[in-house]
Structures are given as structure tokens and as C-alpha cells.
């Protein structure tokens, strides 16, 4: 019985369309959008389409039935490609909903005079419509995860920057909590750095970490020593008086490691190492 | 595309250690993981198996390629029927050793993984299980 | 049997660790290079580590075992050329090899060993003046 009035639908598929295209027009949110019309109308018009024809008295009460994959996958297309659009959610979310009304208008008169009929498969309609509500929302929700872990990575690379000062010297400034992860990109990049430049001495600024504990502490330690094995000396400068008061009201041991107040003392200690002496020209007794 | 890679490797003498550290390495490269992370987890793997040829004369190391949601790493279960360890906590314990070494196999490899986790039966043989993910 | 073999070059030992290191064939290393040391009066050994792929605790004790039984023959051990990875997974380990010298290359290894002789003070049999 479901299936004649899912038949029913098919026949009228122009007129859902039309309907929906009215509905959309209607609904607030859609006043300044990016799409044209005519896009808008064709996307409409292939999304009805999947719709309808995928629709039968199985998948209807059965939305996780592989029949319906060229629907899900359209869904989970458009789904993004609007998100890129910039669409907000709550205007896709209205997109797909109002395809319900417009479902429901129609049923309503293809079922006329059969109000317990209309009743039941109304219900499964709008279930089922809800369901690629909720398809879009997931989707929404999986594309902005897999842009914040890429923006994670990119920032955890970008973060870390490693500055040939000199040659010989290299100088990482670390911004930002310093957690195990965060340590291993730091000392895989500061290594190889070491290695590409071959300088025989590494700063580390930890100006921009706002706060060392003694987990922290134990990962500059590795790090430090880490760059002793690779036979480079690491110097650990832009300790602020914040850290070193709680470095010592947490007896924290640091005493291992050289550590600087500024960059620039910590780069006076490495021209130093190096033998090397910054002076000024005078200008006159130059001539 | 997640690879199905299962393999089985005797470790018997030290030169099956060399070759099950190269097998791993291989493995690892193969799923995309970066060198730091193949780098731990064949030093994990070294630790292992040598406890395993040095105080059970042998045993197997079963290798697989694991998927759990997003993550794919490797998994790798080491078993022996040699004598068994009395007290693993002991056993996990920096600087303990009963065989004249540094003491760090144990709990330097668990150090290196994302997982460990160990099973032994005295007088029946002990099974460590670790897990590295490609990106951990 | 497989051997590793030792260069002479100078006042120093070279050896370069070419292939993966097995338990018995790093034991004869140990062995043969200590011997050497006596042998030759060599005062510094630098070992060069940078085809290796993995340095595991068993690998880490011999290095340090090198380095402590040269030194109470008074030679000095340099460890060069150590990959990112296989410092980093030391650490992680455990083992960050207090008591060896590094250094980047076997060019910087020898400068540092030559340094450190320059500054004994007691070592005057052909050192130049400073």
C-alpha cells in the first residue's frame, strides 16, 4: 500500500519540485544566498530525482539500505560542497527540510480522504527526511573535524620553526604549550636541522611557553639531551621570572641544562663557544 | 586504503633478531610511518625479542597492520614458552635486571610504544603484546 | 668470522659501523678495540654511528663500555654522527650515554678529540706549545 503511494509521488515529481523550489523562495534564509537560481533549481531538480527513485516500501522504512546509496552519497556531496559554499548549517539544514513540506503537500493530496493512510505515511516521510537531515549534519561535522586535525598538523609544523642566526647556530623560539607530541616535532625539526646546517649549537626560546612544570621541564631535558647525542650543544634561553620562580617552587632540577634569561644572552654564550666577538666599527679610525 | 599485512617470524637465534628488526622497519616504512616512529619501534621490538632469546631461548613474533577508527599502526605479539616472569612488576621496573644488563628492555620498550601490555605464566611462558600508531 | 674492522689514523682509532650490529658481532668489537687501544697507545677512538638505523640498550651498553674501559687506559671515545631518530628514541629510552663524547661528523669528532689533548696539561710528549 506504501508502494502505490510512493508511485504516486514519482508521478507527481514535477509538482514536489515545484512545490519545494516555492518553499524555498519562502523560507527567510534564503533571501542573499550564493548560489543563481538556475543552480539552485538544478541541484533541486537532481536531488528530487535520487530521491524519488531510489524511494520504494523497503528503503523507505529501512534508511541504512544499501539501495539508497546514490542518495546518501549525493547528500554527503552536496553536504560539502555547500559547507564550501559558505552555507551555514542551519541554511542547509533548512534546504533539505523543506523538501518535507513540500513531500507532505503532495502526499496530502495524492492520499485525500484517507486521514489515518496520510497520517502513517506521513510519518514515515518525514522520518525518512530526517534522516538525510541528520546524514548532512554528520557530514558537516566530519568535514570540519578533517579540517581541524589538517589545521592541527599545519600548525604544529608551522610552530616550529628552525632559524639558522649564524653558522653554527641555530635558534627555535616555541610557542605555545610544549606537550609529548608537540616535543616530538619539536626535536625531530631541531635535529634535523642540525644535521642539514651541521651547527654545533642549538637555542631553544621558550619566551612564548606560558608556563613550564615539571612535565615540560622533562621534555626540554630529553630535548637537550637529545641534541647532546647528535654532538650539538643546546641552550635554553627566554626564561622569564614567572618560570623561573616556579621552576624553583616545584624543585624542578635544571641545573643540567645551560639556561639563559634572553636570546640575546644565550647567543653571547654561543659566539662565545664559537670564538666569535660582535664589536662596533668605528667609523672615523676606520678610514 | 588500509594494507592487510600479517606475518610470523621465528626468532631462534641473534640473527632472526636482525632480520625481524629489517622485517618491521619494511613494514613500517609501508604504511607511511614516519622514521622516528619506525626508529621506536624497532628499538621497542630489539628490547623484546632479546629478553625473549635471552631468557626463553626463542619464541614468535606475530606482526599486523591494525586499523581503529582513523589510526593504522602495527601491531606486534611476542610469545614464548620459556620460564615465565614471577613478578612483572619488578620486571617493569627501570634498572632491574637478573641477566647482567642495563635493565632497560622492558620498560624502555613500553616507553617507546602507544600500547604494552604483558601476560606470563610461570613455567609456561610470557606474552607481550605492543602497538605503535603510524602517526604516535 | 664477521669483524668490524679498526683504521689507525694517527694518535686516534677510526671505526665506521657499516652494517647492522648483532649481539656476538658488537661483543668482538668491544673486544678487538679495547685490545687496540693497547696495542697501539692510542689516545682517542671515534666511533662512527651514522649508518646506523637503531641503537638499542644492548648496542648503547657496549658503546658506553667502550668509552669506560678506554678511558681508564687514557684514551678518549667520540661517538659521531648519530641519525635525529636514533638520538630521539635514546632519550625516550632511557639511555642518553652520559659518559661519551658526540660529535656531528668524524672531521668534528677528530677536532674535538685534538682539542681535548691540546688541553691536558700533563700530556707535553708531543704536544705543540699552546
Known amino acids: 500500500m506504501e508502494q502505490d503511494i510512493i508511485d504516486g509521488l514519482k508521478l507527481k515529481k514535477d509538482q514536489v519540485l515545484e512545490q519545494w523550489l516555492k518553499d524555498q523562495a519562502e523560507a527567510s534564509d534564503y533571501s542573499n544566498n550564493f548560489n543563481t537560481n538556475e543552480e539552485l533549481e538544478g541541484q533541486s531538480a537532481e ?241 | 586504503m588500509p594494507m592487510t599485512i600479517k606475518e610470523n617470524m621465528a626468532i631462534q637465534q641473534e640473527r632472526d633478531l636482525v632480520y625481524c628488526r629489517n622485517r618491521v622497519k619494511e613494514i613500517a616504512a609501508k604504511i607511511g610511518m614516519g622514521i622516528v616512529n619506525q626508529t621506536k619501534l624497532i628499538t621497542a621490538t630489539s628490547e623484546i625479542a632479546r629478553n625473549m632469546l635471552r631468557y626463553a631461548g626463542g619464541g614468535n613474533v606475530k606482526v599486523e597492520v591494525i586499523t581503529r577508527g582513523k589510526l593504522e599502526g602495527l601491531q606486534l605479539v611476542f610469545e614464548d614458552s620459556g620460564p615465565g616472569i614471577p613478578d612483572i612488576n619488578k620486571a617493569m621496573q627501570d634498572g632491574f635486571t637478573t641477566g647482567n644488563t642495563l635493565g632497560l628492555g622492558l620498560p624502555g620498550a613500553k616507553r617507546l610504544v602507544n600500547e604494552f601490555a604483558i601476560q606470563s605464566v610461570v613455567g609456561k611462558g610470557t606474552t607481550v603484546k605492543i602497538l605503535k600508531w603510524k602517526n604516535g | 668470522m664477521e669483524r668490524i674492522p679498526i683504521l689507525k689514523m694517527g694518535r686516534f682509532l677510526l671505526v665506521t659501523i657499516q652494517v647492522d650490529l648483532y649481539d656476538r658481532l658488537a661483543l668482538t668489537l668491544e673486544e678487538d678495540l679495547v685490545q687496540m687501544v693497547y696495542d697501539t697507545g692510542a689516545s682517542g677512538v671515534l666511533i662512527d654511528i651514522s649508518a646506523l638505523s637503531i641503537v638499542d640498550s644492548f648496542m648503547g651498553r657496549i658503546i658506553g663500555n667502550i668509552a669506560g674501559m678506554s678511558s681508564i687506559m687514557d684514551a678518549e671515545t667520540v661517538v659521531v654522527g648519530m641519525q635525529p631518530a636514533v638520538a630521539i628514541t635514546l632519550i625516550e629510552l632511557g639511555l642518553p650515554l652520559a659518559g661519551v663524547h658526540t660529535a656531528l661528523n668524524v672531521e668534528r669528532g677528530m677536532a674535538l678529540l685534538e682539542s681535548r689533548m691540546s688541553a691536558r696539561p700533563d700530556d707535553t710528549s708531543d704536544a705543540d706549545d699552546d
Open chain 1, 47 to 287: 536531488l528530487v530525482d535520487i530521491l524519488l527513485s531510489t524511494l520504494n516500501e523497503d528503503t523507505l522504512n529501512n534508511f541504512s539500505s544499501g539501495d539508497l546509496e546514490p542518495l546518501t552519497d549525493y547528500i554527503s556531496s552536496l553536504t560539502i560542497s555547500r559547507a564550501r559554499q559558505g552555507f551555514s548549517p542551519r541554511e542547509t539544514a533548512t534546504y533539505i527540510f523543506t523538501l518535507k513540506d513540500a513531500l507532505i503537500k503532495v502526499l496530502g493530496e495524492i492520499v485525500a480522504g484517507e486521514p489515518t493512510k496520510l497520517y502513517s505515511v506521513t510519518l514515515k516521510i518525514s522520518k525518512f527526511i530526517d534522516n538525510i537531515g541528520i546524514l548532512s549534519f554528520e557530514t558537516f561535522i566530519t568535514g570540519r573535524e578533517d579540517v581541524i586535525s589538517q589545521q592541527s598538523d599545519e600548525m604544529a609544523e608551522l610552530s616550529t620553526p628552525v632559524i639558522r642566526v649564524w653558522n653554527g647556530i641555530l635558534a627555535m623560539p616555541i610557542i605555545g604549550t610544549l606537550d609529548s607530541a608537540r616535543t616530538q616535532i619539536v626535536m625531530e625539526n631541531l635535529l634535523q636541522g642540525i644535521v642539514d646546517t651541521g651547527s654545533s649549537i642549538a637555542i631553544l626560546d621558550i619566551s612564548g611557553v606560558p608556563a613550564v612544570d615539571s612535565l615540560v621541564a622533562q621534555h626540554l631535558i630529553k630535548t637537550v639531551n637529545a641534541t647532546r647525542l647528535m654532538g650539538a650543544e643546546c641552550i635554553i634561553s627566554g626564561i622569564r621570572p614567572e618560570i623561573a620562580q616556579t621552576v624553583v617552587h616545584l624543585g624542578i632540577d635544571l641545573s643540567q641544562m645551560i639556561t639563559k634569561a634572553t636570546l640575546e644572552s644565550a647567543l653571547k654564550y654561543a659566539f662565545n663557544t664559537l670564538q666569535l666577538e660582535v664589536r662596533r666599527i668605528d667609523k672615523n679610525k676606520a678610514n
